[in-house]
């Protein structure tokens, strides 16, 4: 019995190995803290959680960081929109954004890294990139990672520069793009107009960092050169965690990170979301709609982290009543609470192991509060033992 995680650097199953012993390093790209969090994202801190919890129960200590962006190309721009200092702006939607992790029972990491905290430890990085040749300043005063010159760059994405169009080489400043426009991406970004009061005056010059360089610094700063488990939503595989390994890697000259883990899209209705669609939905949202963040919670867990879900007001309303089911049941065990059925816990555990398959090990705490010849205090001592992976905060009713 081994935990195996699916691995989008190696595209396989592999049983995890932390490099030391009993020790996880686990970093989630956070939030964006430009407007609310869409459940789309929050299925990506819902994963990191359900992960983290469940290495700590596998007995793993964990240290987990998740960074904040206050400061790239959108909170520049929705700050001005707004006529808000940057840090005014963003500090709302922080706050927002640990409301939102409270009401899913999302675990604190241990450390949040605000961008603009570590501007030094990014410029550092920088000056190595550009000593090393990796990197190089355009008569701007920009810097720009050369993606040529490094000679892995495409191994997490399966993106082969050898597919690169001729017409597309050239340099990039925005801090989003796609495959098609693969091309060297900003690490430093010299000062214009459009930055107004957002600039750093660092030994770059005046300019504010790109985006990628970013969680590059944060997460090798709190966790060191090499960590075992980088999680983040599929979207992020393509630039964002391309570029982060292509920076670290030509940094260290070593492995960044061992085990590359993504959540699949939520979609809704069949669609990408969006607001011109009228399907974009906040936990604000489902709150509204009489459904509880933590059925959510739950109706996540019925599908594979790693695949498509296709969210609807139907089948959420379907997550509701069960978790109302779950907390009656529950209840109804009693006071008393005996202790965790060996049976119940080893099938929990295999399940688990094999890539987080919540789906099934969900399916036990129904057969459970079924089970005519398990105890009630035993019954509760179980699923008070899941509950810790999966967080519906049992232990609070
Ligand atoms: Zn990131």
């Known amino acids: 019995m081994a935990l195996k995680l699916f691995n989008t650097l190696s595209r396989e199953k592999e049983e995890f190995k932390s490099i030391k012993d009993r020790e996880v390093g686990l970093y989630t790209c956070g939030p964006t803290v430009y407007s609310y969090a869409h459940i789309g994202n929050l299925r990506a801190y819902i994963f990191g959680d359900m992960l983290k919890r469940y290495l700590k129960y596998s007995g793993y200590n964990v240290k987990h960081v998740m960074n904040i962006t206050d400061v790239d190309d959108k909170t520049i721009r929705e700050s001005q929109n707004e006529n808000k200092s940057l840090v005014d702006f963003t500090s709302f939607y922080i706050e927002a954004f640990f409301k939102d992790l409270d009401l899913l029972n999302i675990v604190k990491a241990d450390i949040y890294t605000k961008a603009t905290s570590f501007i030094n430890e990014m410029v550092k990085l920088i000056e190595i990139l550009i000593e090393k040749g990796f990197a190089y300043k355009t008569t701007d005063g920009s810097v720009y990672f050369d993606i040529h010159k490094d000679k892995e760059y495409g191994k997490l994405s399966g993106f082969d520069l050898k597919d690169l169009k001729e017409n597309a080489l050239g340099r990039l400043k925005n801090d989003e793009y796609d495959k098609e426009n693969a091309q060297d991406f900003a690490l430093w970004k010299a000062w214009d107009e459009k ?203």
């Open 195 to 397: 930055d107004g009061d957002v600039f750093w005056e660092t030994s770059l010059g005046k300019g504010r960092p790109g985006w990628h360089i970013e969680c590059s610094a944060m997460s090798m700063k709190e966790l060191g050169e090499s960590f075992d488990i980088h999680t983040g939503g599929v979207d992020n595989i393509f630039p964002h965690h391309e570029n982060e390994i292509a920076q670290s890697e030509c940094v260290t000259g070593k492995e960044f990170v061992k085990y590359w883990m993504h959540n699949e899209h939520l979609l809704v209705d069949g669609k990408k979301m969006s607001k011109s669609l009228g399907n974009f939905y906040t936990l604000k949202d489902l709150i509204e709609k009489g459904i509880d963040p933590l059925a959510f919670r739950l109706w996540l867990y019925t599908s594979n982290y790693s695949t498509k879900v296709n969210f609807t007001l139907e089948t959420i309303k379907g997550a509701q009543v069960a978790l109302e089911r779950l907390k009656k049941g529950y209840i109804a065990l009693g006071d008393g609470i005996g202790i965790v059925d060996v049976n119940y816990k080893t099938r929990f555990v295999e399940y688990m192991d094999d890539n987080l398959n919540t789906a099934r090990a969900l399916s036990l705490v129904w057969e459970i509060l079924k089970n005519k010849e398990l105890s009630p205090t035993d019954k509760k001592a179980t699923l008070l033992d899941f509950d810790k992976v999966f967080g519906f905060g049992l232990d609070k009713i």
